[in-house]
């Protein structure tokens, strides 16, 4: 065999053996985690000179402990700040506020942030979020959990 070849193919399993060992990583992470699962992650494309954006998802409880969701963040590379919001009718307009508290999730609950809901709203977006890209948010749980999710960025829906 030529050194080429043999170089690319030990390339190559080493690659398989990392991608291997990474699905095992993430399968135990899940079960330690207790049953919570998120789903739907994804964040809505923005215009050109946007400084806000918006991720949506749900975090479904299946745990028998109630979970506390505190906070969000994302890399400064992203968004300078990461926030949790709700939103509110007040005199006939949506509102949006800063859900300081945070939002609790019982056991067999699940907590769902959509378009016109609650939506975790990222501030001083350093460059626009682009159809097909991704990013990790962190959710900052009660009790020091800290789990990060990847988020796809899609075109407005
Ligand atoms: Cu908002």
Redesign the pocket.
């Known amino acids: 065999m030529h050194q080429r070849n043999k170089i690319i193919l030990i390339f190559s399993i080493v690659l398989m053996l990392m991608a291997h060992s990474v699905n095992i990583h993430a399968h135990e992470h899940k079960q330690a985690k207790g049953k919570m699962v998120v789903e739907n992650a994804w964040a809505r494309a923005t215009f050109a000179l946007a400084k ?1 954006g ?1 991720v949506y998802l749900s975090i479904d409880n299946q745990s028998k402990n109630d979970l506390k969701l505190l906070a969000v963040s994302v890399d400064t590379g992203v968004a300078s700040e990461a ?1 949790l ?1 709700e ?1 509110l009718m007040q005199e006939e307009m949506m509102m ?1 506020r ?1 859900a300081e508290d945070g939002f609790e999730i019982p056991s067999g609950a699940s907590l769902e942030f959509l378009p016109g809901g609650k ?1 975790i ?1 990222l501030m001083g977006l350093e460059k626009p979020l682009e159809t097909g890209e991704q990013f990790i948010l962190s959710l900052i749980f009660e009790n020091n959990k800290v789990v990060r999710v990847p988020i796809e960025v899609k075109d407005a829906r």
């Open positions: 806000t918006a926030q919001h939103t949006m800063e939506h709203m």
